[in-house]
Structures are given as structure tokens and as C-alpha cells.
């Protein structure tokens, strides 16, 4: 597969000239033009700002089904000659509303309105909405005066200038493809079932992308007190003992693609399974950028070979929770019970039968949960969406019983009377996919085609994390160009009481209080304020405890900040030259340099065609050439380690240089397309668009 950058001059405007383009990344996303609807339709309320967002940033072919761009091409909707797919709905306005008072017979602005509001009936069904232009209402649904809930966004059309006619050039560059260092730790949920010579098998799956290089990987496996556990990795028996293993280097038993870990626990006392601790952190190098989706938990495959089961969900997305279902696929299990726990308490949710003597289906959907939500926790009143509001702030804990119960403040197992073994069937829970939680929620960082993710890891013992009275408390900084997505910590508590009150701090600022939960064993969290996890700063995250005797455990914390850049360069400003050398040359061989996390490699990349003019990075000049400024725009927001010169691609040493390398490898496979731009006039003054949405009654 080619990977690499690519770098496009669309052709902008035959008869305009844009002086200045507004600049933006696209903050929606952009793998299909269902995507768009989805993300728009599961908000329970719409956002006008983010509306404009996707028809300003987002092309038109990615919003609109080829056959009517194809129809709209051949009736004249889209002529060609002044405007393009490859642009953005609201840049297709502006052209036609630039052009309009040019060609007076030719009814531009009705064009606009038919491609603005095809855009807008699909991406918002059930809403009503008005749009305004320069304070022309030119479109509009219905009457917004009887709607509740009105939302209200304006944006700025800016840079385009009356009867001025300098030539120029605009480039812009994104990723299709990069080589990116990866880092992943992952939790296990606790799982325990009944004791004596009971044996729990515990198989869950990790999934890395198939090209995945594996450069570090550890393991620290917890048991109860008393049992014993062996590892299986991949088919392969790693270890064997009492109390815990820890294994410093995995990387030999780790591939690309499906990794299977199989912990087998025995010989304990009451109970046995994975204990608070169980972790793997994973380091590998790959060229995908895909990553896990939080709302999606893929349940373990659990065999217990006397016992009942008990498995703990300590979970948590970041967004705002719209709904969770879940399934799960079991075998000679008799009842599933599904309890919430809040602080040193569990309150049973719901209990169906499934089959003592076989395969069966359990299933506890939206519905359900919301009617006993409202009816144990609320005491009938309809909460569920303060509830959901709650805990889509934090972690978060469902604990299912399958065969087994909770009863002032122990677990107790069928298939074990504490006294003598009954002699029963095992029982299996099937694992992903038969089994599985999946929670909808609208994200608070949303990603794109061109996002990168990248993570911030924290071994035990790491000089940044330290333990005052008893808490934690973390510095991290974060690059100029991150988009923060969530940070995941496996803590080490010492649960003694129930009194214990857990305040979670982010800049010195409190954003959760509640009680310590006596299954706590994660904390987790994402941007919930603008004061929270800064881009371009210092930040601190602490845990304090107050009342009560719990406490986090001394280095038994470790954890990862997961955020991304963007590898996306939007049009930049009009430059009177394209390229160095051009038109004898059409393209560039660059020379650049990239920081492996070890040493700096020279790297060459291709950027346009033939015949290619040799030249360094060093050698860039952005205030004279529209694509040497698109490049070194790009390699600013790869740049996000130890940058030289943080946020500024203008300023030498330049991103992608010898002294100021970027953190992401590119391949070969980079192409640029380009297109002059000609001598029209623009607009006189700038265009003020609005976007007023309601639901429909």
C-alpha cells in the first residue's frame, strides 16, 4: 500500500480571487459522508457551531452522494468552471455570492441555496433551520419563533477583496499514511468465582494492527491472596506461581494482529481470579492509525470449572453516554444479574434465567436499565439522564453475577456452599464477540481521517508521578498541536472503609468528588473544561482522599494520556509563487529529518511531479512559496516532541530539520496537484453566515 502525504492546489476560483482563506481543520469526521449524519443524528440536541464547522471545513463530495453531484454538474448547480467538488459548502457560497452581481441573468445565489440546503436536510432530519447570509435569511424551514431550544452560531467569510487582481498560489497538505511510534496499556477488569480446588480461566484478546513492529512490552499479573497463576500467551506458557508475576520484556511471545492471554487461577481459599494491578503496557511502531473505541468493552471468555462468576466492569468513555446495552452469550448458567455499584455499595439492577443445562442468550438493553435505574436508585422518579450525565464523567462500575450474588458485602458462588463442593457443570461465559457492553456517546475530541493518535506513558516509578498524603499526583505536559482525548490510569488502592471521599484535581482545580469505590481499581478522564488538560503546557493531575483511611498504594500506579495531532494543513495564504524553480521544476525532492525516539534519520520524500528540484528542508522558504509553506505547516504538527520552536513553522530552525526533527516517519507516496489562480475580482466585504437550528415538534 502507498502511504504518504498529499499535498493538493484545487482549483479555486476561475473568475475570484481569495486574497486570504480561512484556515481550519476539520474537527468532524470525514471517513464517509455517513459518518456526518451519524455524529450529527445521535446528539440528543444539535450543535450550530459544529454544523458550520462541517460546511466550512468539510469538501462537498464527502457530504453529497455522487450521483446528485453528478446531476448537479450536468443541470449547471455546480459550474465547474468557478467552483469544485473538492470545496467546502460554504466555500461554494462564497463564490457564488461573490460572482452574482458580475452576472446578474444568472441566478447564482438560488445554486447556493440548493447545495446549501441539501447539506443541511441531511445532516440534521427532525431539526427546523434557518440560514442567514449578510442578513438575508436565505433559508428557512419553518417558524423558529415557536421553537424551544434554539441554537445559534455565526462565522466570518473573510479575506476577499473588491476589483484587486494579484496573482497567487495555495497549498495545502494532509496524511493519508504515516509510521508512528505507538504506546498502549491495558487493564484487566477484575473476575473472581469460588475458591478450593475450583479452576477460573480467564482468555481475553488484544488487538494490534497487523504490520504492528513490537519494540517493548511487560506484564504485571495479580492474583488473590493464597492462589496460584499460569500465563498463556498466544498458546505459549510463560509463567507459573504464586502471588503475582511480573514479566519486564513480553516482546518475544507479542505479534501483529490478535494476541490471545489466557491467566489460569487455582488452589486458592474463598475465591479466586485477577486481582487489582493486572496490566500490559505495549510500545510498537505501525503505519495505522486506527485505535480502540472505548464504548466498545469486549467481554473475556470466562471458564469457571465449579463455580459461578462474578465479573466487575469498571468502565468508562469520553463523551456524554446516550445509551448502553449488553449481551452476553453463556453456558450452563441458571441466572445473570446485573448490579451497580456507587461507593462501598451494589444495588441490584436486574436478574433474568437463562439455561442451567446449556447455551443461552442474556441481554439487558437501554430500556431496561433506564426503568431500574429510575426505580431502585430514584425511587421511581425519571433520573436516567442526570444519571448518565454523572457517569459519563468518570469511571464507572456495572458488576454482573452469573450464578452469583451479593449479600451484605460479600459474594457468594453456586456451586459452592463454603462447606463442601456441589458437584455441578462448568459454566462459560463466551467472550467477544458473543459477549460484549457497547455504550453510544457523542465524543468530546472527535476524530478525523488525518487524526494521529499519539499517547504519553507512565511506567511504575516514573520520576513524574509521586504519592503526597497518601494520593497521587501526575505532571505531563502536552504539545502545542494536541487535541487531548483521555487520560487512563490502573491505580493501586488501598480500600479500608467506606467513609473514603476521592477528589480528583486538574490544575488545581476540582472537577470530581464522590465516594471511593470498594472495587476501585482505574481512574479515568477526558477534557470535561477548557482548563482541563492544556495543550501547550504544563499540567498536573492529582488524587487526594478526605475522611476515611483508604489511600492510593505507593508506586503501584501506572498509566498513559492518550491525545492527537492532526495530519492536516489547511489552504494558507496567497503566495505570489508556487514552487522553487517553477515552472522549470514541478516538484520537490525534499530532504527532512525524523526523530525515531532514539537517534535523528535523514529522510528524502517526493512532493509533486517530475522533474523534481533537490532540495532540504532547510532550504524552504514560506514566505514566498505557497507549497513550501504547506509543507513546513504540515511538519509543524508532527513536531511534537521537544519542538525547537513550538507552534511557529515560519521561524528557523524549521520543523523537519536537522536540528528540529519531526516525530512521525512518511514513506514515499507523496503527490501535489496544482493550479494557478487568476485575475477576478472579488468580494467588496466580508460575508457574516448564520445558522439557527430547533428540533421539530
Not at 446549501?116 to 436565505?138: K, W
Not at 417558524?143 to 487582481?165: F, H, K, W
Not at 528542508?617 to 516532541?641: G, H, I, W
Request: net charge negative; glycine share 8%; charged share 20%.
Amino acid at each position: 500500500m502507498r502511504r504518504g502525504f498529499i499535498f493538493t492546489l484545487d482549483v479555486l476560483l476561475a473568475f475570484i480571487l481569495v486574497s486570504t482563506i480561512v484556515v481550519g481543520v476539520v474537527t468532524t469526521q470525514i471517513n464517509t459522508q455517513s459518518l456526518y449524519q451519524t455524529y450529527m443524528r445521535e446528539q440528543s440536541m444539535k450543535s450550530a457551531g459544529d454544523v458550520l464547522t462541517i460546511l466550512r471545513t468539510v469538501p462537498l463530495n464527502q457530504l453529497v452522494p455522487g450521483d446528485v453531484i453528478k446531476e448537479w454538474i450536468q443541470n449547471g448547480t455546480l459550474n465547474t468552471t468557478l467552483v469544485s467538488p473538492d470545496m467546502s459548502p460554504l466555500d461554494i457560497l462564497a463564490t457564488y455570492w461573490a460572482i452574482q452581481p458580475l452576472y446578474p441573468s444568472v441566478d447564482y445565489k438560488r445554486r447556493a441555496k440548493t447545495v446549501i440546503n441539501y447539506v443541511l436536510q441531511r445532516l440534521l432530519p427532525g431539526y427546523g433551520y434557518e440560514f442567514v447570509v449578510s442578513n438575508e435569511s436565505f433559508i428557512r424551514t419553518s417558524n423558529p419563533q415557536a421553537a424551544e431550544d434554539i441554537s445559534t452560531s455565526s462565522m466570518v467569510l473573510s479575506g476577499y477583496s473588491y476589483n484587486r487582481t494579484p496573482r497567487g498560489y495555495v497549498a495545502r497538505a494532509y496524511l493519508t499514511r504515516a509510521t508512528v511510534i505507538r504506546e498502549d496499556l491495558y487493564g484487566w477488569f477484575r473476575v473472581l468465582a469460588g475458591g478450593g480446588d475450583n479452576v477460573l480461566n480467564i482468555t481475553r484478546v488484544i488487538h494490534l494492527p497487523s504490520d504492528a513492529q513490537i519494540l517493548e512490552a511487560d506484564g504485571k499479573f495479580v492474583t488473590r491472596q493464597g492462589e496460584r497463576v499460569t500465563l498463556y500467551i498466544n498458546g505459549r506458557r510463560v509463567s507459573r506461581r504464586y502471588d503475582q508475576i511480573n514479566i519486564n520484556d513480553l516482546t518475544g511471545y507479542l505479534q501483529g494482529g490478535d494476541n490471545v492471554f489466557s491467566l489460569v487461577f487455582d488452589d486458592g481459599y474463598d475465591e479466586i481470579g485477577s486481582a487489582s494491578g493486572t496490566t500490559v503496557y505495549v510500545k510498537y511502531k505501525s503505519n495505522s492509525l486506527e485505535v480502540e473505541d472505548p464504548g466498545l468493552i469486549r467481554i473475556y471468555n470466562v471458564i469457571s470449572e465449579r463455580t459461578g462468576i462474578m465479573y466487575l466492569l469498571e468502565m468508562f468513555v469520553p463523551g456524554n453516554i446516550t445509551s448502553i446495552n449488553m449481551k452476553f452469550k453463556v453456558r450452563n448458567v441458571n441466572i445473570v444479574r446485573l448490579y451497580y455499584g456507587f461507593g462501598g455499595n451494589l444495588y441490584l439492577l436486574l436478574e433474568k434465567y437463562a439455561n442451567p443445562n446449556g447455551d443461552a442468550i442474556v441481554e439487558f438493553t437501554d430500556d431496561e436499565i433506564r426503568t431500574k435505574v429510575n426505580e431502585v436508585l430514584c425511587g421511581g422518579n425519571d433520573c436516567y439522564e442526570e444519571f448518565k450525565k454523572n457517569i459519563s464523567r468518570m469511571v464507572f462500575d456495572f458488576v454482573i453475577g452469573f450464578d452469583a450474588y451479593y449479600e451484605d458485602g460479600d459474594w457468594y458462588y453456586e456451586g459452592y456452599d463454603y462447606n463442601q463442593w456441589k458437584r455441578e457443570k462448568e459454566r462459560i461465559i463466551y467472550g467477544y464477540p458473543d459477549s460484549y457492553v457497547k455504550i453510544e456517546y457523542i465524543p468530546r475530541t472527535v476524530r478525523t481521517m488525518y487524526s494521529i493518535p499519539i499517547s504519553i506513558y507512565f511506567p511504575y516509578g516514573d520520576s513524574r508521578v509521586s504519592y503526597p498524603g497518601q494520593g497521587l499526583r501526575v505532571e505531563y505536559y502536552l504539545p502545542p498541536t494536541a487535541e487531548p482525548w483521555y487520560a487512563d490510569w490502573w491505580v493501586g488502592y488501598r480500600f479500608r472503609d467506606y467513609s473514603t471521599i476521592q477528589n480528583l484535581y486538574e490544575n488545581n482545580r476540582r472537577f470530581y468528588s464522590g465516594p471511593l469505590g470498594r472495587y476501585a481499581i482505574r481512574v479515568a478522564y477526558t477534557r470535561l473544561y477548557d482548563w482541563m488538560m492544556q495543550p501547550g503546557q504544563n499540567n498536573v493531575f492529582e488524587i487526594k482522599m478526605t475522611n476515611g483511611n483508604s489511600y492510593v498504594r505507593n508506586g503501584e500506579t501506572r498509566g498513559i494520556i492518550k491525545y492527537f495531532i492532526q495530519g492536516y494543513a489547511g489552504y494558507g495564504d496567497v503566495f505570489p509563487y508556487l514552487l522553487q524553480g517553477y515552472p522549470t521544476y514541478k516538484g520537490y525532492n525534499l530532504t527532512y529529518y525524523y526523530y525515531n525516539g532514539r537517534t535523528t534519520e535523514e529522510r528524502t520524500i517526493l512532493v509533486g511531479d517530475s522533474p523534481y528540484k533537490v532540495i532540504s528542508v532547510e532550504d524552504l522558504d514560506p514566505t514566498k512559496y505557497a507549497v513550501d509553506d504547506a509543507v513546513l505547516r504540515l511538519f509543524n504538527q508532527l513536531n511534537y516532541l521537544n519542538d525547537l520552536n513550538p507552534g511557529d513553522w515560519k521561524v528557523p530552525p524549521y520543523d523537519g530539520s536537522q536540528q528540529n526533527p519531526i516525530d512521525v516517519d512518511l514513506p514515499a507516496g507523496v503527490t501535489i496537484q496544482m493550479a494557478s489562480m487568476g485575475n477576478i475580482p472579488g468580494l467588496f466585504t466580508p460575508i457574516t453566515v448564520t445558522l439557527r437550528i430547533w428540533r421539530e415538534s
